[in-house]
């Protein structure tokens, strides 16, 4: 390979990656540092026939936007990384409305189906078609680079992608609306994409921070349902039902988050406060003042009522009930958060956990009025029972 | 690529500014128009007068319908335009963002259709 430390490093970097995609599903093998070396050598051959073919490539992308948004599809596995970092911020530009970003980076960047999106997103085939053609007509006709921001404009755009990649993460793990709490495809779609800028970016801290988050949240997934389809709280989950590999992929990936830039980011922050949970064994064994400070941190960086509320129940876990709902009842005295459905529902549990049924009881209906998502309605129509027996 | 940087803004603005304020604000529309020029991506850009002074024609059967006033009554009205060709819209939003007016109104940015066999 004639020495080229880039290009041996960057070799070994894909070999991870493909490890990263393939080792979860496939089992590690048996020699995990020989498979990443030969991967390695394999990938380092193929990229060097891929650097001749870029080269006819750059031809094609110099005549224009529309041949290059239009030859990408399905060949994702295949494009150079430059090329692959630079359509993820094409495909999040907020020249597109958001509804256009979410299906055009599955579709650019994920390379799923029409088909596919349409079944994730909830939304008729014809509709995200449609929404495709637009986006990426927009694209080339108003001039959207296919190409990493200019420094200056890197923080805000990064954000914007972060913020397609965690609401397509949410659409999966927490779906607003129907029957199934979970869609643990979407949601694995999200960390695959998420891993790709990570990868991308590996010395920028906030895609690791996006990353280790979903990863922790995702490793949750297979406790948090219960055998009818019910919501399982964090504290009733069965541990040994988190996916520890998920979780000792992310843990690392959270010191790094944390200490790659002076002040912590909002992602580094939340990762850093699912990891807290992913280390107790046991619901008792929870550091909750770490929580409770690290939702301080990340209340200063991310000021927003919802925040301001799991820092509320954070508290109230590290200090006791009394605590926890003075700083709940200070929100809703704000009135921010009055239709949000998790709000009357933390209200009622610490009430309930002060005895005050009857005023539990009303928080409760007043969750469940607000509440769309089926298995959290059940949840709290159970809790909503409780009290009032 | 070209693009049509459109200016919008709150017209009434203007008359609410002291003669000095108005100075100032003048010297950084000339300010912004002298930059443009110098880096090369604008060559042409216009303030226009309120829509007070505007006219709205239609034409029906081949005779002209002349109203008083602009095409429609909108909170923020077109107060000027530049004519700029830049590398592409991330280059365009840069200038957009430059922009006087951009502070207190908002700049469309319309890409231009070209035609390529047009004389």
Known sequence: MGGDVDRAEEAVQDAYAVALDRWPRDGVP?????????????????????????????????RGLEEAVRDLP???????????????????????????????????????????IARALLLPEATVAQRLV????????????????????????????????????NEG???????????????????RLARIVHLLLPDEPEPAGLLALMLLQHSRRAARVGAAGELVLLEAQDRSRWDRAAIA????????????????????????????????????????????????????????????????????????????????????????????????????????RHGRREEAAAAYQRALELATNEPERRFLAARLDECRA | MRYMLLIYGDESGWGNLSEAEQQAQMAKWFSYTEEMQKAGVSTQGDALQSTAT?????????????????????????????????????????????????????????????????P
């Open chain 1, 74 to 116: 399905g060949e994702d596995e295949e494009m150079i990384p430059d090329e692959r970092l630079g359509l993820v911020f094409a495909c999040c530009h907020p020249a597109l409305a958001l509804e256009a970003q979410v299906p055009l980076t599955l579709r650019l960047v994920g390379g799923l189906t029409v088909q596919e």
């Open chain 1, 249 to 352: 992929q992310a843990l690392p990936l959270v010191d790094r988050a944390l200490t790659q830039s002076a002040s912590a980011g909002p992602y580094a922050l939340q990762a850093a406060i699912a990891a807290v949970h992913a280390r107790a064994e046991r619901p008792e064994d929870t550091e909750w003042r770490e929580i409770a400070l690290l939702y301080g941190a990340l209340v200063r960086v991310l000021p927003s009522p919802v925040v301001a509320l799991n820092r509320a129940v954070a508290v109230a876990m590290a200090s006791g009930p009394s605590v926890g709902l003075a700083l709940v009842d200070e929100l809703v005295a704000r009135g921010e958060l009055d239709d949000y459905h998790l709000l009357h529902a933390a209200r009622a549990d610490l009430l309930r």
């Open chain 1, 134 to 169: 637009r986006a990426k007509r927009k694209v080339r006709v108003s001039g959207i680079p296919i190409a990493e921001p200019a420094p200056d404009a890197l923080p805000a755009r990064l954000d914007a992608v972060l913020a397609v990649l965690y609401l397509i993460f």
């Open chain 2, 54 to 118: 505007a006219t709205s024609v239609r034409s029906k059967n081949g005779e002209p319908i002349v109203t008083d006033g602009p095409f429609a009554e909108t909170k923020e009205q077109l107060g000027g335009y530049y004519l700029l060709d830049v590398a592409d819209l991330d280059e365009a939003i840069k200038w957009a963002n430059k922009c006087p007016a951009a502070p207190t109104g908002t700049i469309e940015l319309r890409p231009i259709q070209e035609f390529p066999d047009a």
């Open chain 1, 30 to 62: 048996s020699t995990p540092a020989a498979w990443i070396l030969t991967t390695a050598k394999r990938r380092a051959i193929d990229r060097l026939r891929r650097e001749a073919a870029l080269r006819d490539r750059q031809a094609l992308l110099a």
């Open chain 1, 173 to 191: 793990y927490s779906a607003t609306a129907g029957d199934e709490l979970v869609r643990d495809d979407l949601a694995a779609e999200a960390i």
